[in-house]
């Protein structure tokens, strides 16, 4: 449970208005879908994969990281990585094993893969997406750990997008057909609570003085 005597006090730095436009966006956002790149060279794409995550209201994405180091262009971003929870793995198979704990089936999404076609992809349980990189796709650790396959149909002389619009059109698509389904996507009580508390530190300047003052007044 969050410090609730904690957040009031925050809210006082920041504007009703601001305050109400977390606690809409939180009802807007989910952990039901997931999205986890691996190795992406480029880090505008990275980035704008990110921000994607951000605008369908995706809260956590995870970085796979084997050669490539992660950096995000925050020209690219825009600061989606101050909404969006990024969780860091050194290896695909830590990230598949910790995101199977969570209930996630893992999902490669692969144009050279025919299993499932987005628009008849069916989201009955928590489903990770995971991405490849740009030159030479999802790897073998990937394809061969995962539950199933999804491609986005193309009927171009090309065989596939760029990861970070593949990435927005395949969240766009999930995100709708969640939203429209019975399932319980949304965040929990509490993990609202929690966000709405993180996001209101990450809008105030100074916070680690005003953290301090709250801690020697309480």
């Not at 600061?79 to 969780?87: C, E, I, M, R, T």
């Not at 790897?139 to 199933?148: C, R, T």
């Not at 986005?152 to 395949?170: C, D, K, R």
């Amino acid at each position: 449970m969050i410090d609730q005597n904690l957040l009031n006090y925050l809210e006082n730095f920041i504007t009703p208005e601001r305050i109400e436009r977390f606690k809409r966006i939180l009802e807007e956002r989910t952990k039901y879908i997931t999205v986890a790149v691996e190795d992406v060279f480029q880090k505008h794409n990275m980035s704008a994969v990110i921000r994607s995550c951000e605008v369908f209201g995706v809260q956590e994405a995870h970085v796979i990281e084997k050669r490539n180091t992660k950096c995000l262009d925050e020209e690219i971003s825009m600061g989606a990585q101050n909404w969006v929870d990024v969780y860091e793995y050194k290896n695909s198979i830590n990230c598949i094993e910790s995101l199977r704990k969570k209930g996630y089936k893992i999902i490669a999404t692969t144009p050279h893969n025919n299993s499932c076609f987005l628009d008849d992809f069916e989201i009955t349980d928590k489903v990770a997406l995971f991405f490849g990189t740009e030159r030479d796709g999802l790897s073998a650790e990937v394809i061969e750990n995962a539950d199933g396959y999804l491609k986005v149909p193309m009927v171009g002389f090309t065989e596939s997008l760029n990861i970070s619009v593949s990435a927005a059109i395949i969240l766009q698509n999930l995100t709708n057909k969640l939203k429209n389904s019975t399932i319980e996507w949304k965040l929990t009580d509490e993990e609202k609570q929690d966000k709405q508390l993180d996001w209101t530190k990450k809008s105030i300047k100074s916070i680690d003085a005003i953290l301090d003052r709250y801690s020697k007044e309480s």
